[in-house]
């Protein structure tokens, strides 16, 4: 799989990554032996990059990935973190202290000494104007805690901010088809700065997957049933912020645009992939067969220029007006 260097960690990464945020929770349930298997199908499908957080299942993602990694020393794999949402979303917890406390608990769940990545988890959009903040993340670095730091945002503007730091490695941001405001002023800021940028939510919470109705019901512990409008965290997180009806109907006619040989979630990342300023995308996976296809969209052809003014043209009549202006 094609390999792209994450911003300033100076590390190469695959282009499509796997998202574990469902191996933790707030998906349904996946049991230890799927989970294992899926991250096994990934890294045996080219995936080099995995993506945590310490909150995704109380550290039970992190905890499977540590145990697959050590039952695999051979298996190449970057894995960035988040931390931030063990705590009330205040600035003031955002200190020292609390940074080396869960770099340890962090730490102790993969099994490292140092931690490649490190990303604040979305957190309060004061935090990014601290300078007290950024030079806590640098003492983690000059500790070995951690071998660089990176931020998960909300907001393009969260995310220009970040980029104007001069430690920040990387940035993730929910990018595709349904989100396509980060290609305006974000990804070319990061590519100026030498940031990477980590694609997440890349469809849009499974709707650009085509395989849902307006009649589709989730799990009740799954964030599609009780998140639809920010009750649990950013209602961006789920569908993009698209209310499901209209992402439904969007979604079907992005379908068409898959090519015969495709599908409608490879054509989804593939555009993703081919975004200039793009490190990874980082689908999530809840069986090995979903890992495999995911991978799969790193061998797509580009998409024409065509697909591409399709898209944008999709996103300007049914989706620019539900999310352009917050997110």
């Given at each position: 799989?094609?390999?792209?260097?994450?911003?300033?960690?100076?590390?190469?990464?695959?282009?499509?990554?796997?998202?574990?945020w469902?191996?933790?929770a707030?998906w349904?349930?996946?049991?230890?032996?799927?989970?294992?298997?899926?991250?096994?199908?990934?890294?045996?499908?080219?995936?080099?990059?995995f993506?945590t957080?310490?909150?995704?299942?109380?550290?039970?993602?992190?905890?499977?990935?540590g145990?697959?990694?050590?039952?695999?020393?051979?298996?190449?794999?970057?894995?960035?973190?988040?931390?931030?949402?063990?705590?009330?979303?205040?600035?003031?917890n955002?200190?020292?202290?609390?940074?080396?406390?869960?770099?340890?608990?962090s730490?102790?769940?993969?099994?490292?000494?140092?931690?490649?990545?490190?990303?604040?988890?979305?957190?309060?959009?004061?935090v990014?104007?601290?300078?007290?903040?950024?030079?806590?993340?640098?003492?983690?670095?000059?500790?070995?805690?951690?071998?660089?730091?990176?931020?998960?945002v909300?907001?393009?503007?969260?995310?220009?901010?970040?980029?104007?730091?001069?430690?920040?490695?990387?940035?993730?941001?929910?990018?595709?088809p349904?989100?396509?405001?980060?290609?305006?002023?974000?990804?070319p800021?990061?590519?100026?700065?030498?940031?990477?940028?980590?694609?997440?939510?890349?469809l849009?919470?499974?709707?650009?997957?085509?395989?849902?109705?307006?009649d589709?019901?989730?799990?009740?512990?799954?964030?599609?049933?009780?998140?639809?409008?920010?009750?649990?965290?950013d209602?961006?997180?789920?569908?993009?912020?698209?209310?499901?009806?209209?992402?439904?109907?969007a979604?079907?006619?992005?379908?068409?645009?898959?090519?015969?040989d495709?599908t409608?979630?490879?054509?989804?990342?593939?555009?993703i992939?081919?975004?200039?300023?793009?490190?990874?995308?980082?689908?999530?996976?809840?069986?090995?067969?979903?890992?495999r296809?995911?991978?799969?969209?790193?061998?797509?052809?580009p998409?024409?220029?065509?697909?591409?003014?399709?898209?944008?043209?999709?996103?300007?009549?049914?989706?620019r007006?539900?999310?352009?202006?917050?997110?």
């Amino acid at each position: 799989m094609e390999q792209r260097v994450l911003g300033r960690t100076g590390r190469n990464v695959s282009v499509v990554g796997l998202g574990t945020w469902q191996l933790g929770a707030d998906w349904g349930e996946v049991a230890d032996e799927d989970a294992i298997t899926v991250l096994d199908a990934a890294v045996e499908s080219g995936v080099t990059f995995f993506d945590t957080a310490d909150v995704y299942g109380d550290g039970r993602s992190e905890q499977l990935i540590g145990r697959y990694l050590s039952e695999r020393p051979d298996a190449d794999v970057f894995v960035a973190t988040k931390m931030g949402r063990r705590v009330d979303q205040l600035p003031e917890n955002y200190v020292l202290d609390n940074f080396r406390a869960w770099n340890d608990r962090s730490r102790k769940n993969l099994g490292v000494d140092t931690l490649d990545l490190v990303q604040l988890h979305c957190p309060p959009t004061a935090v990014y104007s601290s300078d007290e903040v950024f030079d806590a993340l640098d003492t983690l670095v000059a500790e070995q805690r951690i071998a660089a730091y990176g931020v998960s945002v909300e907001t393009c503007e969260e995310a220009l901010a970040a980029i104007a730091r001069p430690g920040t490695a990387s940035v993730q941001i929910i990018l595709n088809p349904f989100r396509l405001k980060p290609l305006e002023e974000v990804l070319p800021a990061a590519a100026e700065a030498g940031v990477g940028i980590i694609a997440r939510v890349p469809l849009a919470s499974g709707l650009l997957s085509g395989k849902y109705t307006k009649d589709t019901v989730f799990a009740a512990d799954d964030h599609r049933t009780y998140n639809r409008h920010g009750e649990a965290f950013d209602q961006g997180e789920t569908f993009s912020g698209v209310d499901f009806a209209t992402g439904v109907e969007a979604a079907a006619e992005f379908a068409e645009l898959a090519g015969p040989d495709s599908t409608p979630a490879r054509t989804a990342l593939r555009w993703i992939i081919q975004q200039p300023g793009v490190t990874s995308v980082i689908p999530g996976a809840r069986s090995a067969g979903q890992a495999r296809a995911n991978a799969a969209a790193a061998d797509e052809p580009p998409l024409s220029h065509s697909t591409l003014d399709a898209v944008r043209d999709l996103y300007d009549r049914r989706i620019r007006a539900q999310v352009h202006s917050r997110w």
